[in-house]
T-cell receptor, first 113, second 113 residues
Framework: QKEVEQNSGPLSVPEGAIASLNCTYS??????FFWYRQYSGKSPELIMS????GDKEDGRFTAQLNKASQYVSLLIRDSQPSDSATYLC?????????????FGKGTKLSVIP | EADIYQTPRYLVIGTGKKITLECSQT?????MYWYQQDPGMELHLIHY???????EKGDLSSESTVSRIRTEHFPLTLESARPSHTSQYLC????????????FGEGSRLTVL
């Protein structure tokens, strides 16, 4: 299993719907998780971080972490065309003396007006 | 808005040339990183630095080198460019206390002919 795995999509949702983006991870990646948004031709930008089991809400975004199932998700409520981008799931692991970030390949989201 | 700058944004160069990609940040962050990203693929860490005079290689083997003489500056150098070096290079920085929350520059797209 890859350390951080995402369905590459594309995931298409109509405007106003809930977009659900999912990510699974291996045993080695277990500290914390981050969701980055990357518009086409642009750099990634951090939108959510989650450090413990449960839900974390920030505006229209909710991150969910389930360590027992090794599963992280990002929900986007009231999806807008401006949410169309690739969403990167990123896991943090602690190696010998240092932390390491592992990026997933990303899920491409398309919000249809 | 993140205060991290990369130059050049785009570079087309012939095989065998020496190139330096510049990266500067004005946020006073100790940690700086260079990532490589090919279209549709995940980001791979090629170099990182946790402070002045500290540099380490990342998980992706690279023929490039870096230096960190000043906190704000983290240039990447290729002594002899090859077509296999064609890629997008992303510089990022983070606060020491907040591992995983990266601020990215706009990227340098390198094409080696």
């Amino acid at each position: 299993q890859k350390e951080v795995e995402q369905n590459s999509g594309p995931l298409s949702v109509p405007e106003g719907a809930i977009a659900s983006l999912n990510c699974t991870y291996s045993d080695r990646v277990s500290q914390s998780f981050f969701w980055y948004r990357q518009y086409s031709g642009k750099s990634p930008e951090l939108i959510m971080s989650i450090y413990s089991n449960g839900d974390k809400e920030d505006g229209r975004f909710t991150a969910q972490l389930n360590k027992a199932s090794q599963y992280v998700s990002l929900l986007i409520r009231d999806s807008q065309p401006s949410d169309s981008a690739t969403y990167l799931c990123v896991g943090l692991s602690k190696g010998a003396g240092s932390y390491q970030l592992t990026f997933g390949k990303g899920t491409k989201l398309s919000v249809i007006p | 808005e993140a205060d991290i700058y990369q130059t050049p944004r785009y570079l087309v160069i012939g095989t065998g040339k020496k190139i330096t990609l510049e990266c500067s940040q004005t946020m006073g962050h100790d940690k700086m990183y260079w990532y490589q990203q090919d279209p549709g693929m995940e980001l791979h860490l090629i170099h990182y630095s946790y402070g002045v005079n500290s540099t380490e290689k990342g998980d992706l083997s690279s023929e490039s080198t870096v230096s960190r003489i000043r906190t704000e500056h983290f240039p990447l150098t290729l002594e002899s460019a090859r077509p296999s070096h064609t890629s997008q290079y992303l510089c990022a920085s983070s606060e020491s206390a907040v591992v995983g929350e990266l601020f990215f520059g706009e990227g340098s797209r390198l094409t080696v002919l």
